[in-house]
């Protein structure tokens, strides 16, 4: 496994913009399919975004396409979201998670980060 530590959450207003970040520490981050998951005050964790080791394969909860991309740059153990036009809707703490394999699957992940609070609102 490895440490995940997330970054660069915090208050915006609808319609702006955050970039997340994760950054990694253990040798085999650059293996690691990743994932970002949210949640929200009184709701489950939810599936958000995820990446394949190498940045081939990425998919969206249909809430965040065209909003939302996740990116990662391997030589800085570092994945990336960028989050745009948001809304007061996407209020969650955001976790980065990492496993062997790539997947959506919120269950199948192993290794989580602390998170991050994004606030959006007015």
């Known amino acids: 496994q490895v440490q995940l530590v997330e970054s660069g959450g915090g208050l915006v207003q609808p319609g702006g913009s955050l970039r997340l970040s994760c950054v990694a520490s253990?040798?085999?981050?650059?293996?690691?399919?990743m994932g970002w998951f949210r949640q929200a005050p009184g709701k489950g964790r939810e599936f958000v975004a995820a990446?394949?080791?190498?940045?081939?394969?990425?998919d969206y909860a249909d809430s965040m396409k065209g909003r939302f991309t996740i990116s990662r740059l391997n030589a800085k153990n570092t994945v990336y979201l960028q989050m745009n036009s948001l809304q007061p809707e996407d209020t969650a703490v955001y976790y980065c998670a990492g496993r062997l394999g790539y997947t959506i699957a919120e269950n199948e992940y192993h290794d989580w980060g602390q998170g991050t609070q994004v606030t959006v609102s007015s």
């Open positions: 990446i394949s080791w190498n940045g081939g394969r990425t």
């Open positions: 253990g040798r085999t981050f650059s293996v690691y399919a």
